[in-house]
């Protein structure tokens, strides 16, 4: 088989309506085969106003607001009606492949079990960690059991990085997983967007070292983590200064835990190029990424990186070359551990840029199109494992 013979039926919890890493690598795949001949429809909750416009043709699933506090812009897909099974048959992919565990991507993985295909599932995120930031940890277990359920009956699955290939195998996810990363827009994230115009615009003198966090602001992604850290900075008379790119349903609760800080708000595109170039340092607490688009892009920016010693960070970060890995403990202890590591950076200006200038050059390994390529060999290896 061919890619040009592939019809790719591809799954999404959220695909445009609200701006994250994965439904930008799903939008760049979908690009990237598109391109290559293979026909693709998705099938994803669609709202009204999107954040951006989607790659391809979307198809509407079932779905409702996620029944979760202060996560309402998120849906939540629902089991498969009868015009999305309608318009499946029409289609009649020979792909299926699924990037989200819900109630359509169980009803999805069931179809393609009734009609014989191949099923890919790509791993975006820890779900089984999402528990902890809302009170709930006695869950992970029973999140964890549901997921693994989920994955073993598909017939492969691609994860961002070596190290969250590990921690799905250790928890008995599946036995074929390979990579699918992530790449890098070097026209957007390099360091000659440094701009010391946009710092002054914002509050930052030129021998400022702005420390930068960059993502949603939502629990998962750390804040806490981030906020005692930054607590522990200024106890210890570190000189610094806090800038955060973003936003989201937990900013108001940033902004209290960070007195002073620079809240930037969300930027896409060159804004976004801009805002992250003019940091100095990217400090990144979140154990929930299986890659960390986020760490990819700072990195590419020229910025040294303090980030958890997590799945995603650990396979991106080269500790004391590229910035430093701590580990992921209890807020306490990462706090004081975090300050340690932040510390030589901003007292010592060539440590700093030498890392920065590491990671630099470390991120110009990630090319989309080799990227991308990795999961349609994907795709045909899974056809001829069937066909056989």
Request: with cysteine; proline share 5%.
């Amino acid at each position: 088989m061919d890619v040009t013979d592939l019809r790719i039926a591809l799954f999404s919890g959220n695909y445009n309506y609200t701006r994250d890493g994965c439904n930008q690598a799903l939008n760049r795949l979908a690009d990237y085969v598109l391109q290559q001949g293979a026909a693709l429809r998705v099938y994803s909750p669609v709202v009204a106003k999107p954040d951006f416009e989607p790659v391809g043709d979307l198809i509407d699933v079932p779905n409702m607001r996620m029944p979760v506090k202060n996560r309402g812009e998120y849906r939540l897909g629902l089991p498969l009606d009868a015009n999305a099974r309608a318009d499946l048959e029409a289609f009649r992919p020979n792909t299926i492949h699924l990037s989200a565990p819900d109630f359509t991507g169980h009803s999805a993985l069931g179809w393609a079990e009734k009609h014989d295909l191949p099923v890919l599932a790509s791993v975006h995120t820890r779900f089984e960690t999402y528990p902890r930031y809302y009170n709930m940890s006695f869950l992970e277990p029973v999140v964890e059991t549901l997921l693994r359920r989920f994955y073993q009956r598909c017939d492969a699955l691609v994860a961002p990085s070596q190290s969250q290939i590990d921690e799905l195998k250790a928890q008995r996810m599946h036995d074929d997983i390979s990579i699918w990363s992530r790449g890098v827009d070097r026209t957007i994230f390099d360091p000659s967007k440094r701009d010391l115009e946009w710092r002054r615009a914002h509050g930052l003198a030129d021998d400022d070292v702005a420390i930068v966090f960059l993502g949603r602001l939502v629990m998962e992604k750390g804040l806490d983590v981030f906020a005692e850290a930054i607590v522990q900075l200024r106890k210890q008379q570190v000189p610094h200064k806090v800038l955060v790119i973003g936003d989201g349903p937990a900013r108001g609760w940033f902004e209290k835990a960070l007195p002073g800080g620079i809240f930037a708000g969300f930027k896409t595109g060159a804004d976004l190029g801009h805002a992250l170039a003019s940091g100095d340092v990217f400090f990144n607490p979140s154990t929930t990424e299986t890659f960390g688009n986020v760490t990819l892009e700072a990195m590419a920016c020229g910025l040294p990186v303090v980030a958890a010693g997590a799945t995603g960070a650990a396979s991106l970060v080269t500790n004391g070359t590229t910035g430093r890995l701590v580990p992921a403990a209890k807020p306490d202890a990462f706090a004081r551990a975090c300050a340690e590591a932040l510390a030589p950076y901003c007292t010592d200006d060539a440590l700093r840029l030498r890392h920065g200038a590491n990671g630099e050059m470390a991120a110009r390994a990630y090319s989309w199109d080799t990227i991308n390529q990795a999961v349609v060999d994907t795709y045909l290896r899974l056809q001829a494992q069937r066909g056989r």
